[in-house]
């Protein structure tokens, strides 16, 4: 069974607006993870929030997490075209701290 | 930078053969990962290994086997190849160790058809 589930599961914006996209999951976590994967490549990854923060920034990505909802979202604002792609989050579980699981993922169109 | 690499990057195989796909980092990584990724589920988990010839299932082991003799080679292992295991294969590595900010660099992939 899947950990974490993103939600919209497609997304497609104007460039220049912000992109919002959540992730909600299932158990106890030891952090968050998000990663981005550009068409048929593998996966890179773009910001890690710890279970004890609530939020985090990295240039133009915003992370938040409530652990109370078990949910966790990334904001990119001022999307360019580059941030086409599908971002995915991974929760590195509690109970299994090597075991990273991910969310089927959303995917992101930025229209120039 | 860590690196991943994936021995192959496309594959063909028939239904029935044995299948390997290698999976060598550089950087002494102590955890490794197979995932399968599909349309519109995302990146289901295989198989893990937390240390040289550890391993652990993930959600989805049947029909998958693994090998860790070294530390910087993981091989995913079709013993019977069947056409449901037609998709693309990510491999990744992170540094391990107690629980904390540990991050995933993955290889390229390799996409598997089986006929």
């Known amino acids: 069974s899947q950990q974490g589930e993103e939600d919209p599961q497609a997304l497609s914006i104007q460039e220049g607006e912000n992109a919002t996209m959540n992730c909600s999951y299932k158990?106890?976590?030891?952090?968050l993870q998000w990663y981005r994967q550009n068409s048929g490549r593998g996966l890179v990854h773009l910001i890690l929030i710890r279970s004890n923060e609530r939020e985090k920034h990295s240039g133009r990505l915003r992370v938040t997490l409530d652990t109370s909802k078990k949910s966790s979202s990334l904001l990119i604002t001022a999307s360019r075209a580059a941030d086409t792609a599908s971002y995915f989050c991974a929760t590195d579980m509690k109970t299994s701290y090597d075991k990273v699981i991910f969310g089927p993922g959303t995917s992101l169109s930025v229209i120039p | 930078d860590v690196k991943v690499t994936q021995s192959s990057r496309y594959l063909v195989k028939r239904t029935g053969e044995k299948v390997f796909l290698e999976c060598v980092q550089d950087?002494?990584?102590?955890?490794m990962f197979w995932y399968r990724q599909d349309p519109g589920l995302g990146l289901r988990l295989i198989y893990f290994s937390y240390d040289v010839k550890m391993k652990e299932k993930g959600d989805i082991p049947e029909g998958y086997s693994v090998s860790r003799e070294k530390k910087e080679r993981f091989s995913l292992i079709l013993e019977s190849a069947s056409t449901n295991q037609t998709s693309m294969y990510l491999c990744?590595?992170?540094?391990?160790?107690?629980?904390?900010?540990?991050?995933?660099?993955f290889g390229a992939g390799s996409r598997l058809t089986v006929l």
């Open positions: 158990t106890s976590i030891n952090n």
């Open positions: 990744a590595s992170r540094l391990g160790g107690a629980a904390g900010a540990n991050v995933l660099t």
């Open positions: 950087m002494d990584h102590e955890n």
